[in-house]
């Protein structure tokens, strides 16, 4: 199986810098490439200079990770694609366990790594952790981390599983179909385009995989740290979400509640100092409303009836206490 280790830079000088040795080092039996979203700083020149064996495709201008993967990745020729975050420390024997995987299983449409935090790497890391699932109203959670709760990894994730939804950070899919799938959704831009993906997959039938023999530390927030545009894409591209694969006889009613949910979270912001915050998911809802149209004729011709793990994340959460991600599935 040829495979393609490909990351997504914009301005990420410094974090190449830091990351590119433990990749070109543990990274063996596959190509390595970086799209660039038209980077203003030192990046290619630097990329050039120090690992001229890396593949580059240039873009003319930044697409954002939606967009900006879609538009590179029609440039590498292979058939396993490793997205991987420029913020990545991968391991020794990282990406072995994950390509046996997909050679061993052919239903296995995309995968991820455990996802541990760079900072503190006993603990799995908020953007993926042991595998991502959703709850009816769309609110995404992971094996390892459901909202702020982030669980120590104590090899309770170690056998493979079958998950909803693969990370981002570092995303395992099949060439061909992604290619089928046209890629990400560019009109999400950044933020939760790779779970809208997984929907779609899912609702072909295929199967996506967390690999608890590959591990890798990721640092977060290092190339979109926490703010109102994040907040304005989270709460805006779940809404496009949902929208896009919902069955049709649920669209109405998951819809309605989970704008109350969002109503509940400006409030929350509110309470906790973060007006602007508010303000953002108001922006984020008239966007939608806008765009509902544009997502409608998008959706899946066929949906799953049974696409989450539980029914609601956040009352569980907040209201019945629950935390790690055992007691959510279970309660």
């Known amino acids: 199986m040829k495979v393609a280790v490909v990351l997504l830079n914009w301005n990420g000088r410094k974090l190449l810098e830091q990351f590119l040795p433990a990749l070109t080092r543990h990274t063996i039996d596959a190509d390595l490439w970086v799209i660039d979203n038209a980077s203003t700083d030192d990046s290619i020149d630097f990329i050039k200079n ?9 873009l003319d201008q930044n697409y954002g ?14 058939d396993l694609y490793a997205l991987v975050n420029t913020d ?4 020794a024997g990282w990406l072995a366990p994950v390509v046996s995987h997909f050679e061993k299983h052919p239903k296995t449409v995309a995968a991820q790594p455990h996802i541990l935090d760079f900072k503190n ?7 993926g952790a042991a595998g991502g699932f ?32 693969a990370s981002g950070a570092c995303f395992f899919v099949r060439a ?3 290619k089928e799938q046209k890629g990400f959704d560019s009109d999400f831009f950044a933020h939760q385009e790779e779970i809208d993906l997984c929907w779609r997959f899912q609702n072909q039938g295929h199967q996506i995989y967390s690999i608890g023999a590959s591990k890798v530390y990721h640092l977060g927030g290092a190339t979109l740290a926490p703010s109102p545009r994040k907040t304005f894409l989270n709460f805006r591209n779940s809404l496009f979400m949902l929208v896009k694969n919902l069955p049709k006889e649920q669209l109405i009613s998951v819809l309605f509640m989970r704008l109350v949910f969002d109503g509940i979270a400006g409030i929350h912001f509110l309470l906790r100092g973060k007006p602007v915050h508010c303000s953002t998911i108001i922006k984020a809802h008239w966007h939608f409303y806008r ?18 793990s539980t029914n609601s994340v956040v009352i569980k959460y907040f209201i019945h206490k629950k935390k790690k991600y055992k007691d959510i599935v279970s309660f």
């Open 50 to 58: 120090h690992y001229p064996s890396i593949g580059v495709v240039s």
């Open 65 to 78: 990770f939606a967009a900006g993967y879609n538009k590179g990745l029609a440039h590498i020729d292979t």
């Open 88 to 91: 990545i420390e991968v391991t």
């Open 121 to 127: 790497k006993a603990c799995f890391e908020y953007a």
């Open 134 to 165: 959703i709850d009816r109203y769309g609110f995404a959670f992971c094996r390892g981390r459901v909202f702020d709760h982030i669980e120590k990894d104590e090899g309770q994730f170690d056998a493979d599983a079958k998950i909803f939804w």
């Open 176 to 178: 061909l179909d992604f």
């Open 291 to 308: 765009a509902f149209r544009k997502m409608f004729v998008k959706r899946s011709k066929r949906s799953l009836s049974q696409y989450h």
